[in-house]
């Protein structure tokens, strides 16, 4: 029984940190538009269609200023308090990681350090955003 209360308790605080972090008004996740780039469909590509596109790489600034900036800094250039994302060179398997980590997000322990983005961003703008990052000089 104890350990049932234990468990219940870890979900809620689990639960209850993963709304705060969706909770903070200007750091609620804005959609972006993606107009304009291919469709990708629904099965998430391993790797960026969209490398070195100049409108991806504009729709890209967008999404990223608006979803990933406050956390990873402005340009891509980061301030220190999380990854500098411009270290993940262009690579296939950087691009794979790059999807699963935005997908899935960052928790550690019971601490969400970067929220998911499943559901939230689509794969056209994740590749976008990619593409951008890419493109920052570093
Ligand atoms: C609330 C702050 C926050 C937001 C918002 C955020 N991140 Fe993160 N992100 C982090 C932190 C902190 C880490 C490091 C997590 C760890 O310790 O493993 C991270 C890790 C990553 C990594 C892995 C980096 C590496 O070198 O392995 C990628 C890729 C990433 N974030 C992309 C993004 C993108 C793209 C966005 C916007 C769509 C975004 N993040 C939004 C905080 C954030």
């Known amino acids: 029984m104890r350990t049932l209360i234990h468990v219940c308790l870890m979900m809620l605080a689990i639960l209850a940190s993963t709304l705060s972090a969706h909770a903070h008004g200007d750091g609620a996740p804005q959609p972006v538009d993606t107009t304009g780039l291919k469709p990708l469909g629904d099965d998430i590509l391993p790797t960026n269609p969209y490398r070195g596109d100049a409108k991806a790489i ?3 600034a967008r999404g990223y200023n608006s979803n990933c ?3 990873h800094g402005l340009e891509a250039k980061s301030g220190g308090m999380s990854p500098d994302l411009r270290g993940l060179e262009p690579t296939d398997d950087n691009d794979g990681w790059f999807m699963t980590r935005v997908l899935m997000g960052a ?3 019971e601490r969400v350090k970067m ?4 559901g939230l961003l689509s794969q056209e703008a994740i590749w976008a955003i990619r593409s951008y990052i890419d493109a920052q000089p570093d």
Do not use: D, K, L, N
Request: hydrophobic share 30%; net charge neutral.
């Open 58 to 60: 504009e729709i890209g």
């Open 69 to 71: 900036a406050r956390c």
């Open 107 to 109: 928790t550690v322990g």
């Open 115 to 118: 929220p998911p983005f499943q």
